[in-house]
């Protein structure tokens, strides 16, 4: 198999003035305890420190945050690159906020064919689907919020967990626990981070 047999063949979605990409393997010499792969954007980034601080010495932590939505034909090349690099027990799959201006069409149609990607390649990893966080602004949120249904569908279509980062947001004060239209503060970011070490921890 081949990522070019699962990327968008075509796409109408513009690259951001910056593209990046963050990837790091944490105990990476160490091939017997069990491993989470976090797959996201800057949320990914900043929860990362403190998954990592919540799994010590229980399970091992690799990221790869990028600001690639699943449209760009070049996420898929490299995804693959990430998910041939170690033996993952769980994947944490997100995609969405720099998804917010892309056609919804072909969004739908990448995030399901990433999903299809990710279990074809690593069939043995338990794959759950973390939504995409709200954001201050209201109309931003509800296109996020619509993504996450998306994502939702999909999950029970496949019988996939999912990881809702959303709703215990979207509970919070903006002006509290918001550092800017998409980001946290450190407060917010952990309970994110005790999110996901729970639900890592509870399934393995």
């Known amino acids: 198999m081949n990522w070019k047999d699962y990327a ?3 796409t109408s979605r513009l690259r951001e003035r910056t593209e990046w990409s963050i990837t ?9 305890t069990p491993r989470v792969l976090l797959i996201g954007d800057s949320i990914c980034q900043a929860y990362k420190d403190y998954v990592i601080a919540q799994l010590e010495g229980k399970v091992n932590v690799s990221y790869w ?3 690639k939505c699943v ?3 070049d996420y898929f090349r490299e995804l ?6 170690y033996h993952y027990d769980i994947i944490s799959f997100n995609n969405g906020l720099h998804s917010l201006v892309s056609d919804r069409t072909e969004w739908d149609a990448a995030y ?3 999903i299809s990607f990710i279990r074809a390649k690593l069939p043995e990893a338990k794959l759950c689907l973390t939504l995409s966080t709200p954001l201050k602004d209201a109309a931003m ?3 996020c919020a ?6 939702i569908r999909l999950a029970k279509e496949q019988d996939l967990d999912v990881i809702d980062l959303f709703s215990a947001m979207d509970v919070l004060d903006r002006d509290t626990y918001w550092a800017d239209t998409y980001h946290f503060s450190p407060e917010a970011i952990i309970m994110q981070a005790e999110i996901l070490s729970r639900y890592v921890l509870d399934h393995l």
């Open 71 to 73: 449209t760009d034909p």
């Open 24 to 32: 790091y393997t944490f105990h990476s010499t160490d091939l017997t």
């Open 141 to 143: 949120t509800a296109i």
């Open 65 to 67: 945050a990028s600001s």
């Open 146 to 151: 619509s993504l996450n249904e998306t994502v």
């Open 80 to 85: 693959e690159l990430i998910l041939d690099g």
């Open 112 to 114: 399901a064919s990433a």
């Open 8 to 10: 968008p063949k075509t």
